[in-house]
């Protein structure tokens, strides 16, 4: 049975891995930004036999708070054995590209408070030498696309300190598992044309957050067939990538 | 513009203006501006254009997948509109509770069962869905939220129950669930060689099984076919082993898989599969809910589509109308790949727009065939008016503003609690005065 804090609670996601970790007997400390929406997630883990949820309501934003929600996190459950990061924004590309300011708050949602946690979780684990800390990025954050690559540098920011953070925890035993979803169609995504056989459902994504979290795996594609639809991008010459539209 | 958005049989294509997910039931609906309208859909399971609202907005209520309240003592059960049935029956089967009516696709949400009153096997001891909710929540374009039970906003409460979600959306609902002793049926399946012998067999499988539904072999003159009857199997010692084993159909073939020589062989090999004599024991999942096994079956007729022709007929004209409407079909050498066929019970609906009333409900599918397809519902629509009987909006795409002022006489009545703001192709279609 593992305690586990899971900050933005209320995304479709990591609502699906909140479920499936319910389901073993985990106990869970929920962090989210809306009261109403958090509060109905509690009450549909009671009712699905959850045992131990606590929770706390905070913006992600405001990183000063952040050493607090850890505190309150390890005094409810007693402990925390896994951290799993699951806030974001998908911000309008064109609005960002108009505005520097929504460029940067993009930023400070998907990529600063992302790492401060990562790091609060980072230091707390060495000192325990051990546990797992999971955030969620995205496969937009493995190459800069005209299309979205405001949310893509700022998921890509997160991935690269993540890969600092597992090569310097791994001596502490301390898994840091970075997660790369493809298109998931969720809320946060319901304004786009889900056509093709490309959109995955939050629960099958959350299962495999769940079984990456319970192996300490490093980088996680979901589904895994984005692995390999990376790798390609990722290895187009520059020179042909300026000239697509992707 | 959305061009991605269906219902099940998908027909008509069509595009709306946005889509909107509904995620926290406390939220107020989004905005629409003068003239703009909405509707929620669901997992979009029903059929035609009553989910749809072409060039208008839909609310996905998916998102709304909470449970709120469930009282494992009285199998009383608060949830978000959004929650599919197969969630429920995930949470409750284990816990002795089962839904007190399902459809034939567990599939659908809550919402949507509310929305078409939908009715299953056991109409002729339980009713349709409507009868086992306690009270629902309708938010309204106003921002109004209104609780609604057969004490509290009757009227509204009678309005939105089979009211195709023009009402406004259904938030969350209280279901009363029914007790089971196990997730497993015991089934007894006859067979029957003609209409004649079904209507023998149907009457006496009603007075003793809370389930039965028959499926028809329309390719066979006579129709023969097979009756199927359940019931909850009781307390008991070792239940077989079931496991899920789901099938997919991958992709779109470029055309209909289903013609007149599949249809055959189909209908062949579904009368004469082998079926145990006397009654066994099955797991409630193939049961009730035997095409949720094949993933996206609407694929099996192409990117045409096909229709569902679902009508109920008065009991008096029910044996004549069904045996006319059958040699029509094998005239028409079309044949119907599922047709099944169920008796409602004498329990009157609640709602003013609710399809199930007393008679014999025959549902059909067809592939999509353009002229020839239609010519074959009109000479099916004169049968069905000529007995007083009444197609069935969840599964319609085309039925006229004539038939449907004559088989819902409570329309006129309805209208006046319809959300000014909500709309939907099948509403325009059928209500002669444009909403707005």
Redesign the interface.
């Known amino acids: 049975m593992s305690k586990v804090a899971i900050f933005g609670a209320n995304s ?1 996601i990591a609502a699906a891995v909140a479920r499936r970790l319910v389901a073993r007997g985990d106990s869970l400390f929920l962090v989210a930004r ?1 009261a ?2 958090l509060e ?2 509690k ?2 883990l009671g ?2 036999g959850a045992g131990a949820v606590a929770n706390a309501v905070a913006d992600l934003n405001d990183l000063a708070g952040h050493e607090a929600l850890f505190d309150e996190a390890e005094a409810a459950l007693g402990g925390l054995d896994v951290v799993l990061v699951a806030h974001g924004d998908l911000p309008d590309q064109k609005a960002c590209e108009a505005s520097v300011e929504a460029t940067l708050a993009a930023f400070q949602t998907n990529a600063l408070s992302a790492i401060s946690l990562a790091a609060i979780a980072a230091n707390r684990f060495e000192a325990q030498r051990s546990g797992v800390i999971a955030v969620i990025g995205s496969v937009a954050g493995d190459r800069g696309r005209q299309s979205n690559y405001v949310y893509g540098a700022s998921k890509g920011f997160v991935a690269i300190f993540l890969e600092g953070l597992r090569n310097r925890l791994g001596k502490a035993d301390v898994a840091v598992v970075t997660i790369k979803p493809g298109f998931v169609d ?2 946060m995504t ?2 786009f ?3 093709g056989l490309l959109w995955a459902k939050p629960d099958a994504v959350a299962a495999g957050i769940v079984k990456a979290i319970d192996r300490g795996a490093a980088v996680v594609y979901l589904p895994g067939f984005w692995r390999l639809i990376m790798l390609v991008i990722r290895h187009i010459p520059e020179f042909l990538f300026k000239r697509l539209s992707l | 513009m ?3 958005i269906g219902s099940w049989n998908r027909v008509p294509a069509v595009v709306h203006a ?10 107020a609906l989004p905005e629409l501006a003068d003239g703009e309208t909405g509707l929620a859909y669901g997992n979009g399971r029903s059929y035609g254009d009553v989910c749809l609202n072409p060039d208008g907005d839909l609310f ?1 209520t998916r ?1 709304l997948d ?5 009282d494992r003592a009285t199998g009383a059960l608060e949830c ?1 509109a959004g929650v599919m049935l197969s969630e429920i029956l995930d ?1 409750v089967a284990p816990m002795g509770w089962f839904p007190a009516v399902t459809p034939g696709t567990r599939f659908v949400t809550v919402g949507g069962a509310i929305a078409n009153d939908v009715h299953g096997k056991n109409h002729h001891v339980a009713g349709s869905f409507g009868h086992h909710v306690a009270s629902f929540e309708l938010l309204r374009s106003d921002g109004s939220r209104l609780v609604c039970s057969p004490e509290e906003n009757a009227n509204m409460f009678a309005a939105t129950i089979g009211g195709l979600g023009l009402t406004g959306v259904i938030t969350t609902a209280r279901l009363q669930l029914a007790r089971i002793a196990n997730p497993f049926m015991v089934v007894e399946a006859r067979r029957f060689r003609s209409l004649d012998e079904f209507w023998d067999l149907n009457a006496r499988a009603e007075r003793e099984w809370p389930y039965t539904v028959s499926w028809i072999d329309c390719t066979a003159p006579r129709g023969r076919g097979l009756l199927l009857c359940g019931a909850h199997a009781p307390a008991q010692g070792p239940l077989p082993a079931f496991s899920e084993r789901g099938l997919a159909v991958p992709l779109d073939p470029p055309i209909s898989l289903i013609n007149p020589l599949s249809l055959k062989a189909f209908n062949f090999a579904y009368f004469h599969k082998p079926t145990p004599r006397g009654k066994t024991l099955q797991h409630y999942a193939p049961y009730f809910y035997p095409l949720d096994a094949i993933r996206e079956w609407n694929r099996i007729y192409g990117r045409k589509g096909f229709y569902q022709y679902q009508c109920v007929l008065p009991p008096a004209a029910a044996r004549a109308g069904v045996a006319e409407m059958l040699a029509a079909i094998s005239a028409s050498g079309a044949g119907s790949f599922l047709a099944v066929l169920k008796t409602f019970g004498a329990r009157p609906s609640l709602g003013m727009l609710s399809f199930p009333r007393p008679g014999a409900t025959l549902a059909l599918d067809f592939p999509n065939h353009g002229e020839a397809t239609e010519s074959l519902f009109a000479r099916l629509d004169a049968i069905v008016s000529k007995a007083g009987g009444a197609l069935y909006p969840a599964k319609d795409a085309r039925m006229s503003p004539e038939m449907f002022a004559a088989s819902f006489p409570r329309a006129e009545e309805f209208s006046r609690y319809v959300d000014p703001k909500f709309s939907s192709g099948f509403w325009r279609r059928v209500h002669a005065e444009e909403p707005i």
């Open positions: 479709a809306n109403g929406k109905a997630l009450q549909d009712v699905r969720t809320p319901a304004a044309e889900k056509k | 959305r061009r991605d946005r889509a909107w997910a509904l995620a926290d039931r406390s939220a996905f998102g909470k449970f709120i309240a469930f978000e949470l």
